[in-house]
T-cell receptor, first 114, second 113 residues
């Protein structure tokens, strides 16, 4: 069965520091992978997606993620965090094709210290 | 204007009441989805629809029903609300072509007393 694990429930970083949010997935075929961000009172906004090809994908707001098949991981990174990045981040895996259903991780809440 | 609009944004109601949450979209997408979000559980799929004649159950459909009135409208109903249905509900849409990302509304916060 498909599943997504985000091991870190809550992370705090200082503004300007680098960030890495972890995501591990379980899926039998080539996965379709997504990172979404949710700001307070808002819906989910797509940061980036991986379908195939280059395993390092660039997204909006300076985020990037790297697909590592051997580790079943799709970690999200940012070299320098801004206070406005404080939000909850969700990793998701999709089955693509006809149903395009998404399985979400439980989320990582990011706090940014001045 | 938002591409995916949910109404109401907030709702407080009592146990046993019938509630309808509405979702409309201007993206022209065929696929629409309803999720609920609970703290520590992420988002879980309730129902999804590929067109006005197609309705499919998700992983947690018990206690819910849906109606796809038009390509642009997808409603979620709680026939007799219970307190454990208190959650944040999201509508999402996606294009039909392949594994496209889903686009989310801003959510409806539902509290059942």
């Amino acid at each position: 069965a498909q599943s997504v694990t985000q091991p870190d429930i809550h992370i705090t970083v200082s503004e300007g520091a680098s960030l890495e949010l972890r995501c591990n997935y379980s899926y039998g075929a080539t996965p379709y992978l997504f990172w979404y961000v949710q700001s307070p009172g808002q819906g989910l906004q797509l940061l980036l997606k991986y379908f195939s090809g280059d395993t390092l994908v660039q997204g909006i707001k300076g985020f990037e993620a790297e697909f590592k098949r051997s580790q079943s991981s799709f970690n999200l990174r940012k070299p320098s965090v801004h206070w406005s990045d404080a939000a909850e981040y969700f990793c998701a895996v999709g089955n693509g094709g006809a149903t395009n259903k998404l399985i979400f991780g439980t989320g990582t809440l990011l706090a940014v210290q001045p | 204007d938002a591409d995916v609009t949910q109404t109401p944004r907030n709702r407080i109601t009592k146990t046993g009441k019938r509630i309808m949450l509405e979702c409309s979209q201007t993206k022209g997408h065929d696929r629409m989805y309803w999720y609920r979000q609970d703290p520590g559980l992420g988002l879980r799929l309730i129902y999804y629809s590929f067109d006005v004649k197609d309705i499919n159950k998700g992983e947690i459909s018990d206690g819910y029903s849906v109606s796809r009135q038009a390509q642009a409208k997808f409603s979620l109903s709680l026939e007799s609300a219970i307190p454990n249905q208190t959650a944040l509900y999201f509508c999402a849409t996606s294009d039909r072509t392949g594994a496209q990302p889903q686009h989310f509304g801003d959510g409806t916060r539902l509290s059942i007393l």
